[in-house]
């Protein structure tokens, strides 16, 4: 694959086979093949990297399978697309080369071989990108099969049953980082979050203030806060507040859940 689009760059340098460009020409074909080839390494919207800590990066295994399987379905559909827009431009391709076949007039043959050109071209260069949609294919499927293992079951009432505790660690999460740049104080949007969770927003902003206070105490004693320290401090909050969000849906008059409109197993 490399070496065919460095051929279609070839062709195209010859358009420019200027005294004033022969060096320059000369200097990218000798090493094209290589950085074609190393290119292919990063035919990929983003890194493994990005993909397993930043776009997956949920605090809770359910959340995680569920970005997982969001990124794959994205992925699926932009293969089905290439996988069609290939099939398009072959069909597109073939009828090209019928009509060199039946031709009479010599500039139209020559039009139609260089559309062939352009045709084969446009497969390779999708061709490109369907290799890096299949790596990461193949990285997130290795993701999901890991996570699952963590899960007691998969179907989406668990699920729903998982999500309060992922909002009380969210909620708590985003508090405490906002109030590291804010004197120790949680801003606005995250009392927000904890109230609409069901925790008063002042009982929250004790529990963060416990907490960077443990966090100063190692500080002063020459220790340092581990980020195992502040996950484990994450799991106190939904022990202490479990049942939270229950409590408030029913002050208003609802419930958390409706079973009735929950798939209990996968379709």
């Not at 069909?91 to 139609?112: A, G, W």
């Not at 071209?121 to 890991?146: D, F, P």
């Not at 202490?240 to 209990?264: H, I, P, R, Y």
Request: net charge negative; with cysteine; glycine share 4%.
């Amino acid at each position: 694959m490399s070496e065919e689009l460095v051929i279609f760059e070839h062709k195209a340098f010859t358009a420019l086979s200027t005294p004033e460009y022969s060096q320059m020409i000369q200097a990218i074909e000798q090493n094209a093949v290589e950085i074609q080839k190393t290119t292919n390494l990063f035919q990929k919207t983003q890194s493994q990297f990005m993909d397993n800590m930043l776009t997956v990066s949920h605090l809770t295994p359910f959340r995680n399978v569920r970005q997982i399987l969001a990124e794959m379905k994205k992925t699926r559909q932009a293969l089905g697309e290439a996988y069609f827009n290939i099939e398009k431009k072959k069909i597109e391709k073939e009828r090209k080369l019928n009509e060199i076949e039946i031709c009479k007039k010599p500039l139209t043959t020559k039009l139609l071989e260089v559309e062939v050109a352009e045709i084969d071209w446009q497969i390779q260069c999708i061709m490109e990108n369907v290799g890096g949609a299949i790596r990461k294919l193949a990285n997130y499927t290795e993701q999901y099969n890991s996570v699952i293992k963590q899960l007691p079951s998969l179907d989406e009432k668990t699920f729903e049953e998982q999500e309060e505790a992922y909002h009380i660690m969210k909620a708590f999460e985003q508090g405490i980082t906002a109030a590291r740049s804010r004197g120790g104080m949680i801003d606005e949007g995250n009392l927000i979050y904890l109230t609409q969770v069901g925790i008063n927003g002042t009982q929250g902003q004790i529990e963060i203030t416990r907490y960077l206070q443990t966090e100063m105490e190692l500080v002063k004693v020459g220790a340092e806060p581990t980020h195992d320290m502040q996950l484990t401090w994450l799991q106190e909050m939904v022990h202490k507040f479990k049942g939270c969000s229950e409590k408030f849906a029913e002050w208003k008059g609802m419930t958390v859940k409706t079973d009735k409109a929950l798939l209990t197993e996968r379709i």
